[in-house]
């Protein structure tokens, strides 16, 4: 007989954890190395697997495999949710204290959740605990030690999940998770863990005193789990031998202390008060053999304070006379709390070594994202800057014909700078390039859409679904809304959707600029012979050669062309600027639980950009002060010039082939921008249409296994009772077919004969002679009065002995355990050994009909022929 109570485990069911795990860390982290996890995965899959195969053994190995098992949850926790929306694993586990039944089986619960996962292994871990604890070898110290020990934990671990699980599962637990369950099962490992202390004083011989407080406190830890095991809603959760078990421990116990403490008494001279408590004692062991019933283990106990108690009267009447003082003038007992619970701390395992070190928690992994956006955005506003005033520069030169109208004094060839120009265009592919760039972003606008629209499809779909099942089923529904579900996927969608919209306005912008300079562009892309012939000419006006105001010019064209350059160099520092972030952000969560991202994040940016963001202030203060004396020196050029007009036209033609140059150059840098947006928005929405294919495959899978629930359900629901029939279908005795339908309205009114009642039970006749076979009973004249003939009944021998009374009365509930002392309610038998007489031979009241179906009138059987009716027709019965 087991010493100590041990929690069952909960059984589970093999998933895979590979696959789902590997598509997420290949969706979410994708510059991690696929050997960095491929391994891990691996060993993550060989781990769950070893330990459901594992926790069958009763030994400290199996317990290393679930800690094992524990921290590898724990750990990735922050790396990889594993919940509903996200990495959908569903975790299938059963309630450990469900009675399994041939109609309904054992309940389950199956959530898609790690938390559930780990919430389930730590029940399973604090279970195997308080069975290896229970195997120890309690004769020696050092199985004593470790059940102690174990027993602490495993009361820890239940204080634990009685605490988070709740929050954890976010849904009704089944009943062996519940909080008043776990906190059952923690108040009981702590008894037991006292009760170890308890056995180690004792086997130890310590001092009387302390063992008494030791075993005082000892019961009252078991009267605490006493009282939540006979809880109303708990109580058909447990095996039948706890309740006694713990309620007889608790009694006994308060013995022991008693016992020690009139052990003390007699050391020191107190006589009477030693008898009191050793009859207190008696009484209290007593009570505990009453409750515990086939449980009780405290006999070698029970006999020593019984012994003790006689000798301690046959010492007293002879020797010391000393007063029995009343019980209630007794001083209470003290109390030593050794045993406490262990607090749950993780790692459980030591040397424990996390599978994914190298990939970092999800949150990092985030907020690194949230950092490298915000840097983008710091970067393209500096950049954008930059640009604007460039493209504001340009825009000015172009319409003041600088530097064109510079180089072109003469009228007679084309100027150099466009000539630079054009060979610059004609190297960036000239307008064919141009043209075909702008004939793709449709394609790739109308790809992205295409699998965006796939998406909402089976989003909706989906939803469609579901709905229309609830509405059929409504409460036998259970599972988690879609509208709810799918929220966070259909506000990504709805992000990508607006950042499509904002770049078909954006195209739109690069198509009307793209036919607003064409001509230019295409003329630019030809020869300089073709440039040169299609551009006006004009007179040539060789006396503002080597004027002041034109030597004032070219050196600010000069200048302009040194802030360009320094331009460039500034968007390349903008642009390549790095920094990492993760360990700060790690070690930020390491030491704090939690990362203050946007005040790290504003730090950084600060610390890399901040000179940057001087130097770009900086160009475009300089760009000010050059576009003021361009103005200023162009004006007295426009002025030396006036007095020759035919170079108009020229004038303008260059003017437009400039800001056509312009235009090209930022709209092929648009182009290019645009197209790698594309390719890289549909990078991203074929991982988020894969992250949908999932869901709803999984949602799918989910439906069918609780329509096949559902339809088990309804198929195994008892069918209602038919109806009773109606009166005139009720037949007749003495009824017999008309002959003649002509008959019917002169032969009398037949009046209903009421139907014999039903044949009695057995009555306690005298029995019958061993070896005799009874009469049937001759059969009745009248059907009216007829009874089926009964085989004599057994007679019981005349006895004054009183009916057994059923101890827990008719409520068929039980009664609280009765004071210490008081014997229970068992019925009281003759003395010597009772026999019920034994059954005439031949007699089988069950032979003598049977019972018929639901709604269907039957005959009765009989076993003989003699016993059949005098006719052939019995009265229905209405079963």
Same mark, same amino acid.
């Given at each position: 007989?087991?010493?100590?109570?041990?929690?069952?485990? /909960?059984?589970? %069911?093999?998933?895979?954890?590979?696959?789902?795990?590997?598509?997420?860390?290949?969706?979410?982290?994708?510059?991690?190395?696929?050997?960095?996890?491929?391994?891990?995965?691996?060993?993550?899959?060989?781990?769950?697997?070893?330990?459901?195969?594992?926790?069958?053994?009763?030994?400290?190995?199996?317990?290393?495999?679930?800690?094992? =098992?524990?921290?590898?949850?724990?750990?990735?926790?922050?790396?990889?949710?594993?919940?509903?929306?996200?990495?959908?694993?569903?975790?299938?586990?059963?309630?450990?204290?469900?009675?399994?039944?041939?109609?309904?089986?054992?309940?389950?619960?199956?959530?898609?959740?790690?938390?559930?996962?780990?919430?389930?292994?730590?029940?399973?871990?604090?279970?195997?605990?308080?069975?290896?604890?229970?195997?120890?070898?309690?004769?020696?110290?050092?199985?004593?030690?470790?059940?102690?020990?174990?027993?602490?934990?495993?009361?820890?671990?239940?204080?634990?999940?009685?605490?988070?699980?709740?929050?954890?599962?976010?849904?009704?637990?089944?009943?062996?998770?519940?909080?008043?369950?776990?906190?059952?099962?923690?108040?009981?490992?702590?008894?037991?863990?006292?009760?170890?202390?308890?056995?180690?004083?004792?086997?130890?011989?310590?001092?009387?005193?302390?063992?008494?407080?030791?075993?005082?406190?000892?019961?009252?830890?078991?009267?605490?789990?006493?009282?939540?095991?006979?809880?109303?809603?708990?109580?058909?959760?447990?095996?039948?031998?706890?309740?006694?078990?713990?309620?007889?421990?608790?009694?006994?116990?308060?013995?022991?202390?008693?016992?020690?403490?009139?052990?003390?008494?007699?050391?020191?001279?107190?006589?009477?008060?030693?008898?009191?408590?050793?009859?207190?004692?008696?009484?209290?062991?007593?009570?505990?053999?009453?409750?515990?019933?086939?449980?009780?283990?405290?006999?070698?106990?029970?006999?020593?304070?019984?012994?003790?108690?006689?000798?301690?009267?046959?010492?007293?009447?002879?020797?010391?006379?000393?007063?029995?003082?009343?019980?209630?003038?007794?001083?209470?007992?003290?109390?030593?709390?050794?045993?406490?619970?262990?607090?749950?701390?993780?790692?459980?395992?030591? *040397?424990?070594?996390?599978?994914?070190?190298?990939?970092?928690?999800?949150?990092?992994?985030?907020?690194?994202?949230?950092?490298?956006?915000?840097?983008?955005?710091?970067?393209?506003?500096?950049?954008?800057?930059?640009?604007?005033?460039?493209?504001?520069?340009?825009?000015?030169?172009?319409?003041?014909?600088?530097?064109?109208?510079?180089?072109?004094?003469?009228?007679?060839?084309?100027?150099?700078?466009?000539?630079? /120009?054009?060979?610059?265009?004609?190297?960036?592919?000239?307008?064919?390039?141009?043209?075909?760039?702008?004939?793709?972003?449709?394609?790739?606008?109308?790809?992205?859409?295409?699998?965006?629209?796939?998406?909402?499809?089976?989003?909706?779909?989906?939803?469609?679904?579901?709905?229309?099942?609830?509405?059929?089923?409504?409460?036998? %529904?259970?599972?988690?809304?879609?509208?709810?579900?799918?929220?966070?996927?259909?506000?990504?969608?709805?992000?990508?959707?607006?950042?499509?919209?904002?770049?078909?306005?954006?195209? /739109?912008?690069?198509?009307?600029?793209?036919?607003?300079?064409?001509?230019?562009?295409?003329?630019?892309?030809?020869?300089?012979?073709?440039?040169?012939?299609?551009?006006?000419?004009?007179?040539?006006?060789?006396?503002?050669?080597?004027?002041?105001?034109?030597?004032?010019?070219?050196?600010?064209?000069?200048?302009?062309?040194?802030?360009?350059?320094?331009?460039?160099?500034?968007?390349?520092?903008?642009?390549?600027?790095?920094?990492?972030?993760?360990?700060?952000?790690?070690?930020?969560?390491?030491?704090?639980?939690?990362?203050?991202?946007?005040?790290?994040?504003?730090?950084?940016?600060?610390?890399?950009?901040?000179?940057?963001?001087?130097?770009?202030? *900086?160009?475009?203060?300089?760009?000010?002060?050059?576009?003021?004396?361009?103005?200023?020196?162009?004006?007295?050029?426009?002025?030396?010039?006036?007095?020759?007009?035919?170079?108009?036209?020229?004038?303008?033609?260059?003017?437009?082939?400039?800001?056509?140059?312009?235009?090209?150059?930022?709209?092929?840098?648009?182009?290019?921008?645009?197209?790698?947006? =594309?390719?890289?928005?549909?990078?991203?929405?074929?991982?988020?249409?894969?992250?949908?294919?999932?869901?709803?495959?999984?949602?799918?899978?989910?439906?069918?296994?609780?329509?096949?629930?559902?339809?088990?359900?309804?198929?195994?629901?008892?069918?209602?009772?038919?109806?009773?029939?109606?009166? =005139?279908?009720?037949?007749?005795?003495?009824?017999?077919?008309?002959?003649?339908?002509?008959?019917?309205?002169?032969?009398?009114?037949?009046?209903?004969?009421?139907?014999?009642?039903?044949?009695?039970?057995?009555? /306690?006749?005298?029995?019958?002679?061993?070896?005799?076979?009874?009469?049937?009973?001759?059969?009745?004249?009248?059907?009216?009065?007829?009874?089926?003939?009964?085989?004599?009944?057994?007679?019981?021998?005349?006895?004054?002995?009183?009916?057994?009374?059923?101890?827990?009365?008719?409520?068929?509930?039980?009664?609280? =355990?009765?004071?210490?002392?008081?014997?229970?309610?068992?019925?009281?038998?003759?003395?010597?050994?009772?026999?019920?007489?034994?059954?005439?031979?031949?007699?089988?009241?069950?032979?003598?009909?049977?019972?018929?179906?639901? *709604?269907?009138?039957?005959?009765?059987?009989?076993?003989?022929?003699?016993?059949?009716?005098?006719?052939?027709?019995?009265?229905?019965?209405? %079963?």
């Amino acid at each position: 007989m087991a010493t100590y109570l041990a929690v069952p485990l /909960k059984k589970t %069911w093999d998933v895979d954890l590979v696959k789902p795990l590997q598509t997420f860390i290949a969706n979410t982290f994708s510059e991690a190395n696929p050997e960095d996890y491929k391994h891990g995965l691996a060993e993550f899959q060989k781990l769950r697997s070893s330990m459901i195969i594992k926790s069958a053994d009763k030994h400290e190995s199996a317990l290393e495999v679930l800690y094992r =098992y524990h921290d590898q949850l724990h750990a990735i926790e922050a790396k990889f949710p594993i919940e509903e929306n996200q990495i959908r694993i569903n975790f299938k586990w059963q309630n450990t204290f469900d009675k399994e039944s041939f109609f309904t089986g054992k309940r389950t619960m199956t959530i898609a959740s790690g938390r559930y996962e780990k919430v389930c292994v730590l029940f399973n871990t604090a279970a195997l605990q308080s069975q290896i604890a229970e195997s120890q070898n309690l004769k020696s110290d050092d199985g004593l030690k470790l059940a102690a020990r174990l027993f602490q934990l495993s009361s820890g671990i239940f204080t634990h999940l009685k605490e988070t699980v709740m929050s954890a599962i976010r849904q009704e637990p089944t009943p062996d998770l519940q909080p008043e369950t776990l906190s059952t099962l923690s108040a009981m490992m702590l008894a037991q863990a006292q009760d170890c202390f308890c056995r180690k004083a004792m086997a130890d011989k310590m001092k009387a005193a302390n063992i008494a407080k030791l075993c005082m406190q000892c019961s009252d830890y078991y009267a605490d789990a006493m009282k939540l095991l006979q809880l109303e809603t708990l109580r058909p959760l447990w095996p039948k031998e706890w309740i006694s078990s713990v309620a007889g421990k608790q009694a006994a116990y308060h013995a022991l202390s008693e016992y020690y403490e009139a052990l003390k008494c007699k050391d020191e001279k107190e006589f009477g008060e030693e008898i009191a408590r050793l009859q207190y004692a008696r009484e209290l062991m007593q009570a505990s053999e009453t409750r515990s019933g086939l449980y009780f283990i405290f006999a070698a106990d029970a006999s020593r304070i019984k012994r003790s108690l006689a000798e301690a009267v046959k010492d007293n009447d002879f020797i010391y006379h000393a007063m029995v003082p009343e019980r209630s003038a007794l001083s209470p007992i003290g109390k030593f709390p050794v045993a406490k619970l262990l607090p749950y701390s993780p790692p459980l395992s030591s *040397g424990f070594k996390d599978l994914f070190e190298k990939i970092m928690p999800l949150s990092v992994h985030q907020a690194l994202r949230g950092f490298e956006n915000n840097k983008a955005a710091v970067v393209n506003t500096e950049v954008g800057r930059l640009r604007e005033a460039t493209e504001l520069l340009n825009s000015i030169l172009t319409s003041l014909n600088l530097p064109a109208a510079l180089e072109d004094l003469g009228g007679a060839t084309v100027p150099q700078s466009l000539l630079e /120009k054009a060979d610059q265009i004609r190297q960036l592919g000239g307008l064919r390039s141009l043209r075909e760039k702008m004939d793709n972003l449709p394609d790739l606008l109308v790809r992205n859409k295409e699998i965006l629209d796939e998406a909402d499809r089976m989003l909706n779909e989906e939803e469609s679904s579901d709905r229309q099942l609830r509405e059929q089923f409504k409460a036998q %529904w259970t599972r988690t809304p879609s509208t709810n579900l799918t929220a966070p996927i259909r506000s990504e969608a709805e992000k990508y959707r607006t950042i499509l919209n904002n770049a078909m306005a954006a195209d /739109k912008v690069i198509k009307q600029r793209f036919n607003e300079h064409v001509a230019g562009y295409e003329l630019l892309s030809q020869s300089n012979a073709d440039i040169e012939r299609a551009l006006p000419s004009s007179s040539p006006i060789a006396s503002l050669k080597g004027s002041p105001v034109v030597q004032q010019l070219t050196q600010l064209m000069e200048e302009v062309e040194t802030i360009k350059a320094e331009r460039e160099v500034i968007e390349s520092e903008l642009k390549e600027a790095t920094s990492d972030l993760s360990a700060k952000f790690l070690r930020a969560l390491a030491e704090d639980g939690a990362m203050d991202e946007d005040k790290l994040t504003s730090q950084e940016l600060d610390r890399i950009y901040a000179p940057l963001r001087e130097q770009v202030s *900086g160009s475009l203060l300089r760009q000010e002060q050059i576009v003021s004396q361009i103005q200023s020196a162009n004006n007295d050029f426009t002025q030396a010039r006036s007095q020759n007009q035919s170079g108009a036209t020229r004038e303008q033609k260059l003017k437009d082939l400039a800001a056509a140059f312009d235009s090209f150059v930022t709209l092929k840098n648009n182009l290019d921008e645009g197209t790698k947006f =594309y390719n890289d928005l549909t990078e991203l929405l074929v991982k988020f249409q894969s992250k949908v294919s999932d869901l709803c495959f999984a949602r799918r899978t989910e439906k069918e296994e609780l329509m096949k629930d559902l339809q088990n359900t309804i198929a195994q629901r008892p069918a209602a009772a038919p109806p009773t029939a109606p009166s =005139y279908q009720q037949p007749t005795a003495a009824s017999t077919p008309a002959t003649s339908t002509s008959e019917a309205p002169t032969a009398p009114p037949r009046t209903k004969k009421a139907p014999p009642r039903r044949p009695p039970p057995p009555s /306690k006749a005298a029995r019958a002679p061993t070896g005799s076979t009874p009469s049937p009973t001759p059969a009745a004249s009248a059907p009216s009065t007829y009874a089926p003939p009964q085989a004599p009944p057994p007679t019981a021998p005349q006895s004054t002995m009183p009916q057994p009374q059923s101890v827990y009365g008719s409520s068929q509930q039980p009664l609280p =355990y009765p004071a210490y002392g008081a014997a229970m309610p068992y019925p009281v038998y003759p003395p010597g050994n009772y026999a019920p007489p034994p059954m005439p031979q031949g007699y089988n009241p069950y032979a003598q009909y049977s019972y018929p179906q639901a *709604g269907q009138p039957q005959m009765p059987q009989y076993s003989t022929p003699q016993q059949q009716p005098p006719y052939q027709q019995y009265p229905q019965q209405h %079963w």
